[in-house]
């Protein structure tokens, strides 16, 4: 089984299952990011879900990369390690994955059309602070004039005092300012609760 690991840490090779290693702790391991996720995700709606990611969620999506892609060289891990190890919170703020999801594809295409520009309209707000946008797509810009992609990487950066605030219990909002989509979402404690884990 892999070793727990801290919510911030940049991970290196020595944090890696060989292929081996991980094809026989797969299921497990698997099992164990998905009830580590319960408490990561937040739906802002019924098709747009933002999925808190940490040092454990990066881990299992590179683990899951080299196995399919078969890659044990070094030189192949150290690319994906340095694609991945942005994705991991740096202690002052959150990284999410925003997944805009629809069973029908029809659907799926209407809505990418309607949300363009949508992943810089996603805020968050600790109680008693004032809200933050996100930063989207810092690795390349992913919508284009016409239509939004269905997967966008989104940073909230957050100040002490907004730290120290959830620490104490305050609530934490995540939502869209979006004409089309106008949305807002407090969080469970127990959300909060993982979330402020990823905040040093």
């Known amino acids: 089984m892999l070793p727990a690991i801290s919510p911030t840490t ?20 698997r099992r164990s990011v998905i009830e580590h996720k319960k408490h990561r995700t937040v739906h802002l709606d019924e098709n747009i879900t933002l999925v808190f990611e940490d040092a454990m969620t ?48 029809d659907a799926r295409k209407r809505a990418l059309e309607e949300l363009v520009d949508v992943e810089h309209h996603v805020w968050l707000e600790v109680e008693g602070a004032e809200r933050v946008l996100a930063v989207a797509d810092e690795d390349l810009e992913r919508s284009t004039a016409s239509k939004t992609a269905a997967v966008h990487f989104l940073r909230f950066e957050l100040s002490a005092g907004m730290t120290d605030r959830l620490r104490g219990g305050a609530d934490l909002l995540f939502g869209i300012d979006f004409p089309a989509r106008p949305r807002a979402v407090t969080v469970p404690p127990a959300v909060r609760e993982a979330l402020v884990k990823d905040l040093g």
């Open 10 to 29: 940049k991970l290196t090779r020595d944090h890696l299952l060989t292929l081996e290693a991980y094809s026989r702790e797969r299921d497990a391991i």
């Open 58 to 105: 990066v881990r299992y999506q590179v683990q899951e990369i080299l196995r399919v892609e078969r890659i044990f060289e070094d030189a192949g891990i150290n690319e994906e390690l340095a694609a991945y190890n942005p994705l991991i919170p740096d202690g002052a703020n959150l990284k999410a994955t925003m997944l805009i999801q629809y069973d029908d594809v």
